[in-house]
């Protein structure tokens, strides 16, 4: 290896320049992405990516909450409609747990679920922050994770459970 590894994956920026193939963007757009694993990575003061991995930044966020919102929102996104097979607009009268619901994933997931789903979503965390935070992204109802089988409610059962805290 002779040249040194540059870290990091999600960025947000603007528009440089493009390649004679590039179709999407052109200089000075506001753009927002997940690196690639082949290039170095977003710590660097310029970065070439591939357009297809890019999208236009939203215009309601600020550059580091463009920034944050790639590898969660993909994660989170790939775990429930792609993995659990979970369609938009279904869950009416279903539960799903969601282990970790106040890391970057387990929040992307809850709004996510929010948003698309009718699923009663029962988040886990333990501090007065972490579960303030699994409330205000819309979680149902937070339940302590130290000892999760005491918090549920007896007998209760959940449709899903997705884990964001343990492989």
């Known amino acids: 290896m002779d040249e040194p590894k540059i870290i ?3 960025a947000s920026g603007i528009v440089e320049a493009v390649g004679e193939n590039t179709e999407l963007f052109k200089v000075g757009d506001e753009v927002f992405y997940s690196g690639d694993i082949t290039r170095p990575g977003s710590y660097a003061e310029f970065q070439l990516v591939d357009e297809r991995i890019v999208g236009n930044k939203p215009e309601n966020l600020n550059w580091e909450e463009a920034a944050a919102l790639p590898l969660t929102s993909l994660t989170a996104w790939e775990s ?3 993995r659990l097979r979970i369609c938009e607009h279904e869950g009416k009268d279903k539960k799903i747990l969601v282990i970790g619901g106040a890391g970057g994933v ?3 997931a ?7 789903t009718e699923f009663q979503v029962i988040a886990t965390a333990s501090r007065d922050a972490t579960t ?3 409330m205000k992204m819309g979680a149902d109802r937070v339940v302590n994770h130290h000892d999760l089988i005491e918090n549920m409610e007896e007998g209760e059962k959940v449709n899903y459970i997705l884990n964001f805290a343990d492989t």
């Open 8 to 10: 990091g994956w999600d």
């Open 106 to 108: 387990g929040s992307m």
């Open 110 to 116: 809850i709004q996510l679920l929010k948003q698309l």
């Open 132 to 134: 303030n935070w699994c």
């Open 80 to 82: 429930l409609f792609d």
